[in-house]
């Protein structure tokens, strides 16, 4: 088993950065989710809602970022202004971008929207519900760590086939860490891994949304719709996380550099699994 691919994602909901290699700490990989769109009330925005942030993309140099949609650009940095945003159930008090930053995505999403950033000043902790300790995290969902496996993808796509639905990438799962030459679902054995000199706690399988029906390059909902397939074959039996299956969270126990290449070594297993409501095809 090896690292197929990496991403970070460096505004939250926006276009995957693809890497080949990538230094990881507490947060996760360096850069990942570090930036939010937020609605003037300070609501974080997503693809659930506003598909086009898949089209987003960004190019961060220094203390500046440089945005594109749709062949218009704006460079800009962070103000010394700051506002409480919320992702989630979690409070957060962030810097706001420059106003030209804003104007342009206000103009580009169609409704008001302003660039916040996780900074020095900034914390937020994961969901402690799976955890024995406090760990931060950035903007993310959840933690700090997406792991996905290309197995598992092909079972979902087998299942897309047989609902006459064409396949879909990996890319539609946003994962950080993609693995290869595992067994389908073999994640979810996955207690304690090693991936290069990272080490990693997969603590919380990944629920799964309407995302993942958004074409990564477009925006739009257009192809299969994994959804349709999970519901068939993973849907969560665990009170704690409702709905479908695909990925794991991860927080990290030692940081490092990681690499596309590198094997992936399982240290301890959760031998039982997850508990799973399995639906007739019928």
């Given at each position: 088993m090896h690292?197929?691919?990496?991403?970070?994602?460096?505004?939250?909901?926006?276009?995957?950065?693809?890497?080949r290699e990538s230094a990881v700490d507490v947060l996760g990989l360096?850069?990942?989710?570090?930036f939010m769109v937020v609605s003037p009330d300070g609501r974080f925005m997503t693809q659930r809602q506003v598909h086009i942030l898949a089209r987003l993309e960004v190019e961060?140099?220094?203390?500046?970022?440089c945005l594109h949609m749709d062949g218009n650009s704006v460079t800009g940095g962070f103000t010394s202004?700051?506002?409480?945003?919320?992702?989630?159930?979690?409070?957060?008090?962030?810097?706001?971008a420059e106003e030209p930053v804003n104007q342009a995505l206000t103009a580009w999403l169609g409704r008001p929207a302003l660039l916040v950033a996780m900074d020095d000043q900034s914390s937020r902790l994961a969901e402690d519900d799976w955890l024995d300790a406090p760990v931060s995290t950035s903007f993310t969902d959840g933690f700090p760590v997406l792991i996905a496996?290309?197995?598992?993808?092909?079972?979902?796509?087998?299942?897309?086939?047989?609902?006459?639905?064409?396949?879909?990438?990996?890319?539609?799962?946003?994962?950080?860490i993609v693995i290869d030459d595992a067994e389908p679902w073999a994640e979810d054995t996955w207690k304690t891994v090693q991936i290069g000199e990272v080490?990693?706690?997969?603590?919380?399988?990944?629920?799964?949304?309407?995302?993942?029906?958004?074409?990564?390059?477009?925006?739009?909902?257009?192809?299969?719709?994994?959804?349709?397939?999970?519901?068939?074959?993973?849907m969560?039996?665990?009170?704690?996380?409702?709905?479908?299956?695909?990925?794991?969270?991860?927080?990290?126990?030692?940081?490092?550099?990681?690499?596309?290449?590198?094997?992936?070594?399982?240290v301890t297993t959760r031998p039982e699994g997850i508990p799973l409501k399995i639906r007739s095809s019928s």
């Open positions: 690292v197929a691919g990496l991403a970070i994602y460096p505004i939250k909901s926006a276009r995957a950065v693809p890497l360096s850069g990942d989710r570090r961060v140099h220094g203390d500046a970022l202004a700051r506002m409480d945003v919320t992702v989630w159930s979690s409070a957060v008090n962030a810097a706001i496996n290309l197995a598992s993808l092909s079972a979902v796509n087998q299942t897309l086939e047989g609902l006459g639905q064409p396949p879909v990438g990996i890319e539609r799962f946003r994962a950080n080490t990693l706690d997969l603590v919380k399988p990944c629920t799964r949304c309407v995302v993942t029906s958004i074409d990564q390059m477009t925006g739009e909902r257009q192809g299969g719709n994994p959804l349709q397939a999970l519901q068939r074959t993973r969560s039996g665990d009170r704690r996380v409702a709905g479908v299956l695909f990925g794991w969270d991860a927080i990290v126990r030692k940081t490092g550099v990681i690499r596309c290449g590198d094997p992936l070594t399982v």
